[in-house]
């Protein structure tokens, strides 16, 4: 299983938005509602912020979104923070009942 | 609160075998099942596989099919993941964590890492 496709790095000023899309293919991220996004400051264990492609976990601001149209997830960070500065990671159920990371965008803030 | 703890960190030989612990606490251990996750250094992560704490069954990637079992003490709260055969690209932070509606993983546990030296 092929990992999810991510660009490497993206960047905004604070207030901005940024999206990180994710690619993946019809045997996981185009067959399935169970795509979940992940915040991973340095150090630290990722943090569950979307979940099912568009539900935010109890406690994550709503200036995370999450959608899906085809092979493709997007997560956007709408008034882009300092604190939202770290790696996300995107992550998709696939047809062998596996489940498959993203590789990985680190979002700066300018 | 709801949290997962892990046993520290490791260092073992090439073609030794590893096993990490994971208590649960918080809730009802044997509701939600426990996926263990590794993240080598640098790298993104990947997902090894599945236990479910009620029943005991598993399910793994099949990348570690052959070398990996993941068990568990219900009356401990407690799975274990244990790596054999390990290999010097087995270093890696080893991660539990909790199996959360059909996607995601909403709690973590806080990482052990596994390093794999001569």
């Known amino acids: 299983q092929s990992a999810l496709t991510q660009p490497p790095s993206v960047s905004g000023s604070p207030g901005q938005s940024v999206t990180i899309s994710c690619t993946g293919t019809?045997?996981?991220?185009?067959?399935?509602?169970?795509v979940s996004w992940y915040q991973q400051p340095p150090g630290t264990a990722p943090k569950l912020i979307i979940y099912?492609?568009?539900h935010r976990p109890s406690g994550v601001p709503d200036r995370f979104s999450g959608s899906k149209s085809g092979n493709t997830a997007s997560l956007t960070i709408s008034g882009l923070r300092a604190e939202d500065e770290a790696d996300y990671y995107c992550?998709?159920?696939?047809?062998?009942?596996?489940?498959?990371f993203g590789t990985g965008t680190k979002v700066t803030v300018l | 609160q709801v949290q997962l703890v892990q046993s520290g960190a490791e260092v073992e030989k090439p073609g030794a075998s590893v096993k990490v612990s994971c208590k649960a606490s918080?809730?009802?251990?044997?509701?939600?099942?426990v996926h263990w996750v590794r993240q080598a250094p640098g790298q993104g992560p990947e997902w090894m596989g599945w236990?479910?704490?009620?029943?005991?069954?598993?399910y793994f990637a099949q990348k570690f099919q052959d070398r990996v079992a993941m068990t568990r003490v219900t009356s401990f709260s407690t799975t274990y993941m244990e790596l054999s055969s390990l290999r010097s690209d087995d270093t890696a932070v080893y991660y539990c964590?909790?199996?959360?509606?059909?996607?995601?993983?909403?709690?973590w546990g806080q990482g052990t890492t596994v390093t794999v030296s001569s």
């Open positions: 964590a909790r199996g959360f509606k059909t996607s995601g993983w909403d709690v």
């Open positions: 918080g809730y009802m251990f044997t509701y939600y099942y």
């Open positions: 236990i479910n704490p009620n029943s005991g069954d598993t």
């Open positions: 019809s045997s996981d991220v185009g067959s399935y509602n169970r």
């Open positions: 099912e492609v568009s």
């Open positions: 992550n998709s159920y696939t047809s062998t009942s596996t489940y498959v």
